[in-house]
């Protein structure tokens, strides 16, 4: 039997990461019931490249819990190629996580969304999209994040009938726990920020949390950077 509860329930993949923590953590301490979805560390551990390994996911967390009322796409592969290394299994294992996955959540969670007339859909994306970095290697990430903005823009306009918004947040450069580009380059990168000080992962969460709400209402199809003023849409 679906779990009767009053809370808002919340779904977010890759919750178990840097960011996704953070997210995690403050939507429960805005009141809702959140269920993590990640490959190790999370309430329910699935391999967001396995479409029916996310189906059955979504599909338990609606079972349980007999609604989700925000879906927070946080869930990355961050696997790094030149265009001279790239190859096509490399390719699909970074669109299947960063973009797939999502997908297949939403197609998911839509229809009891829809049958309330409410959702909130948030996918992490990057300004590096907007603002590659001097790093070739970074070419399959960057590309799967452009489909994902491109994604959100489509699914804003067909969902928004029935009371769904679908929004991007783009982080800047977040010092993770593990170094991703050289000192060199993310010192250039935080020099050329409006606000130079170093982006935490709560400078995310805040605007995740925000785009959650139901006062977000007239907010859709779009893409906010978070990343102290490097991008300027």
């Not at 879906?71 to 696997?79: I, N």
């Not at 699909?92 to 909130?120: C, H, I, K, Y």
């Not at 969902?159 to 947040?169: H, K």
């Amino acid at each position: 039997m679906p779990e009767s509860t009053e809370s808002p329930v919340a779904l977010v993949t890759g919750g178990a990461g840097f960011i996704g923590s953070s997210i995690v953590e403050l939507l429960r301490a805005s009141g809702h019931r959140v269920v993590v979805l990640d490959l190790k560390g999370g309430d329910i551990a699935v391999d967001l490249s396995d479409e029916q390994a996310v189906r059955a996911a979504a599909r338990s967390v609606l079972a349980e819990h007999g609604r989700v009322d925000v879906l927070v796409h946080a869930g990355v592969s961050f696997h790094r190629a030149t265009l001279g290394d790239l190859s096509a299994s490399l390719l699909r294992d970074v669109m299947a996580v960063n973009v797939e996955a999502a997908l297949w959540l939403t197609q998911e969670l839509q229809p009891s969304m829809s049958e309330r007339g409410f959702g909130r859909i948030v996918f992490l994306v990057s300004d590096t999209f907007y603002n590659p970095p001097p790093v070739s290697d970074m070419l399959p990430y960057i590309m799967s994040k452009g489909a994902l903005i491109g994604a959100a823009r489509s699914l804003a306009r067909s969902l928004g009938p029935s009371g769904i918004t679908v929004n991007c947040v783009a982080p800047g450069l977040t010092p993770p726990p593990v170094k991703v580009m050289t000192e060199e380059v993310s010192e250039d990168v935080q020099s050329r920020q409006a606000l130079t000080r170093p982006l935490v992962p709560a400078d995310v969460a805040e605007v995740v949390a925000f785009l959650a709400r139901p006062e977000a209402q007239a907010l859709t199809g779009q893409t906010i950077c978070p990343d102290g003023g490097l991008v300027l849409l």
